[in-house]
């Protein structure tokens, strides 16, 4: 324990004991409840996570932080905060992540201004790095702000897994809901498309740009100009040298297959272990190095030269340029005025007329020229997409309402044993047990059929020796078993996974599911 503790002295109202934790100061609050500095016989220092009264009477809002729960389970990475316990059974619930010392990105940049060059290239590589393992786990994080990066003596740190959403879950928003802050999301969470890894790619780039000048790429202020400005207006990259402006411009593409993924970006960020002074010279091998981060298809359009005007003159070497290519030694010699030859005038090549362009009729008999077709096209696309805002302005009203009744009073209470409950089952755990000996029960999805509850996912033998054995899953709604379902895994080699199908006798019931895997 520091001899001071950190953060702010508690007040009154605060508990000063939750479960085996004892809290010292407060750290923080939002919506979804209060963030603590706490400590136990077994940890000395933790960010404890006490989540507000009643909150999760709300299924979907407990499903939310079981999915944080097991997000943050699988994740291990030295730029994402480690997870240690939780209990989401307990009054009030709460969870136990690592603390984290140091200010936020938001912080520091709105006490000190824009990160130095270094710290630039250090908090660029250690956020590349957190998402192409959120990528490899197939999760998207949905909510990378500048508020959500501790920047640690260790280097900078991912937190808040709150709104995190595995590639196979169920989705738990209603259709249409937004989530994440509206200055760092997407243009596709703007206009309510699909949302996948390259949603964090184009927020991350947001971020880094913000972290360079200090303001938002895509401007502040009202949530709807925010993310209208995100779905159709270029990013404010002014005052980022080249070479990183060309990486953060191929980011923040509109198009999310334009966009490269997280570890072509930590690949391409690791060229670089400093910064970029931004020269004439750095600004065509920044451009040509990030065409690498292109699928096929489309790098050999973005390497295309662009129209030619006048010729620039080619930078002098120096120690302030190190990425600059040096000049080619059957490169043509600098020629004096009275050396170079007379300019021959070059041969006038008429291109052939285009075919004139046909005016379109409308159903009306109008007739229409082409730039006012697509000048109407434009505006029944900002049309569209001013509907989409003002539909995500109305659920988000909606959901502040929601939550605010929330506070007035909820109808808490637990559940006990039911009378279709198991007499064999285990107790209830107070969260998913994934674990049973060497055998993890890596990622699965429950499945409501007609026969009644199935689980299909992945099992992983994490011990020594190629094993066999017979896995059942036991699931729970509150402390009411809802029965087992179970499967036979045969020689399974150390360290392999293989995929699982579970049928039995559980049945579905509505409400936040807990599972406990059993082997033997």
Same mark, same amino acid.
Request: glycine residues 8%; contains cysteine; hydrophobic residues 40%.
């Given at each position: 324990? #520091?001899?001071?503790?950190?953060?702010?002295?508690?007040?009154?109202?605060?508990?000063?004991?939750?479960?085996?934790?004892?809290?010292?100061?407060?750290?923080?609050?939002?919506?979804?409840?209060?963030?603590?500095?706490?400590?136990? $016989?077994?940890?000395?220092?933790?960010?404890?996570?006490?989540?507000?009264?009643?909150?999760?009477?709300?299924?979907?809002?407990?499903? +939310?932080?079981?999915?944080?729960?097991?997000?943050?389970?699988?994740?291990?990475?030295?730029?994402?905060?480690?997870?240690?316990?939780?209990?989401?059974?307990?009054?009030?619930?709460?969870?136990?992540?690592?603390?984290?010392?140091?200010?936020?990105?938001? &912080?520091?940049?709105?006490?000190? *201004?824009?990160?130095?060059?270094?710290?630039?290239?250090?908090?660029? +590589?250690?956020?590349? /790095?957190?998402?192409?393992?959120?990528?490899?786990?197939?999760?998207?994080?949905?909510?990378?702000? $500048?508020?959500?990066?501790?920047?640690?003596?260790?280097?900078?740190?991912?937190?808040?897994?709150?709104?995190?959403?595995?590639?196979?879950?169920?989705?738990?928003?209603?259709?249409?809901?937004?989530?994440?802050?509206?200055?760092?999301?997407?243009?596709?969470?703007?206009?309510?498309?699909?949302?996948?890894?390259?949603? &964090?790619?184009?927020?991350?780039?947001?971020?880094?740009?913000?972290?360079?000048? *200090?303001?938002?790429?895509?401007?502040? *202020?009202?949530?709807?100009?925010?993310?209208?400005?995100?779905?159709?207006?270029?990013?404010?990259? &002014?005052?980022?040298?080249?070479?990183?402006?060309?990486?953060?411009?191929?980011?923040?593409?509109?198009?999310?297959?334009?966009?490269? %993924?997280?570890?072509?970006?930590?690949? +391409?960020?690791?060229?670089?272990?400093?910064?970029?002074? *931004?020269?004439?010279?750095?600004?065509?091998?920044? !451009?040509?190095? !990030?065409?690498?981060?292109?699928?096929?298809?489309?790098?050999?359009?973005?390497?295309? =030269?662009?129209?030619?005007?006048?010729?620039?003159?080619?930078?002098?070497?120096?120690?302030?340029?190190?990425?600059?290519?040096?000049?080619? #030694?059957?490169?043509? !010699?600098?020629?004096?005025?009275?050396?170079?030859?007379?300019?021959?005038?070059?041969?006038?090549?008429?291109?052939?007329?285009?075919?004139?362009?046909?005016?379109?009729?409308?159903?009306?008999?109008?007739?229409?020229? $082409?730039?006012?077709?697509?000048?109407?096209?434009?505006? /029944?696309?900002?049309?569209?997409?001013?509907?989409?805002?003002?539909?995500?302005?109305?659920?988000?009203?909606?959901?502040?309402?929601?939550?605010?009744?929330?506070?007035?009073?909820?109808?808490?209470?637990?559940?006990?044993?039911?009378?279709?409950? %198991?007499?064999?089952?285990?107790?209830?755990?107070? %969260?998913?047990?994934?674990?049973?000996?060497?055998?993890?029960?890596?990622?699965?999805?429950?499945?409501? !059929?007609?026969?009644?509850?199935?689980?299909?996912?992945?099992?992983?033998?994490?011990?020594?020796?190629?094993?066999?054995?017979?896995?059942?899953?036991?699931?729970?709604?509150?402390?009411?078993?809802?029965?087992?379902?179970?499967?036979?895994?045969?020689?399974? =080699?150390?360290?392999?996974?293989?995929?699982?199908?579970?049928?039995?006798?559980?049945?579905?019931?509505?409400?936040?599911?807990?599972?406990?895997?059993?082997?033997?």
């Amino acid at each position: 324990m #520091p001899e001071v503790p950190v953060g702010d002295a508690l007040s009154m109202h605060d508990p000063r004991q939750v479960g085996p934790w004892t809290i010292h100061s407060r750290l923080g609050a939002g919506g979804m409840g209060v963030v603590f500095y706490a400590s136990s $016989p077994t940890w000395q220092g933790v960010a404890l996570k006490v989540i507000r009264p009643g909150l999760l009477d709300a299924p979907a809002t407990r499903d +939310r932080f079981r999915r944080e729960v097991a997000v943050l389970r699988s994740l291990h990475d030295e730029h994402i905060c480690e997870f240690l316990a939780a209990d989401l059974e307990s009054e009030p619930a709460w969870l136990a992540l690592e603390y984290v010392s140091g200010p936020t990105l938001r &912080d520091e940049v709105t006490e000190n *201004g824009p990160l130095s060059d270094d710290d630039w290239w250090r908090l660029a +590589r250690g956020m590349a /790095q957190a998402l192409a393992v959120l990528d490899q786990h197939r999760i998207t994080h949905r909510d990378l702000k $500048p508020g959500n990066i501790i920047l640690s003596p260790t280097g900078p740190q991912l937190i808040d897994f709150g709104i995190a959403h595995p590639e196979d879950a169920t989705s738990l928003t209603a259709t249409g809901l937004v989530t994440g802050s509206p200055a760092w999301l997407s243009p596709e969470q703007a206009t309510l498309d699909p949302i996948g890894p390259s949603s &964090d790619i184009f927020a991350l780039g947001s971020l880094l740009a913000y972290s360079a000048t *200090g303001r938002p790429p895509f401007g502040e *202020g009202a949530s709807v100009a925010v993310l209208m400005s995100i779905a159709t207006r270029e990013p404010d990259l &002014d005052g980022i040298d080249p070479n990183r402006s060309a990486l953060l411009r191929r980011m923040l593409a509109k198009d999310p297959i334009r966009r490269p %993924s997280a570890r072509q970006v930590l690949d +391409r960020l690791r060229e670089h272990p400093t910064g970029s002074t *931004g020269s004439d010279a750095t600004r065509a091998e920044g !451009t040509q190095a !990030t065409t690498a981060l292109l699928p096929p298809s489309l790098a050999s359009a973005a390497a295309q =030269p662009l129209p030619a005007s006048t010729p620039p003159a080619a930078p002098a070497p120096s120690a302030a340029a190190p990425y600059a290519a040096a000049p080619s #030694p059957s490169a043509p !010699t600098q020629q004096t005025p009275a050396q170079l030859p007379t300019a021959q005038p070059a041969p006038v090549t008429r291109a052939p007329a285009a075919p004139p362009v046909r005016p379109r009729t409308t159903a009306s008999g109008r007739v229409v020229g $082409p730039r006012a077709a697509a000048a109407a096209r434009r505006r /029944q696309r900002r049309r569209r997409l001013l509907l989409a805002l003002l539909a995500i302005l109305a659920m988000i009203v909606a959901g502040w309402i929601a939550l605010q009744a929330l506070d007035v009073g909820s109808t808490g209470g637990g559940s006990s044993n039911g009378a279709g409950a %198991s007499s064999d089952a285990p107790p209830a755990p107070g %969260s998913d047990q994934l674990r049973d000996g060497p055998w993890l029960l890596e990622r699965y999805q429950l499945n409501n !059929t007609a026969s009644g509850l199935t689980i299909t996912g992945t099992v992983r033998n994490t011990g020594g020796a190629t094993a066999s054995a017979d896995l059942t899953t036991w699931v729970y709604v509150g402390q009411e078993s809802l029965g087992s379902v179970s499967t036979t895994v045969t020689d399974v =080699p150390a360290g392999d996974a293989v995929q699982v199908d579970m049928s039995g006798d559980a049945g579905w019931k509505p409400g936040a599911k807990v599972v406990l895997l059993q082997a033997s």
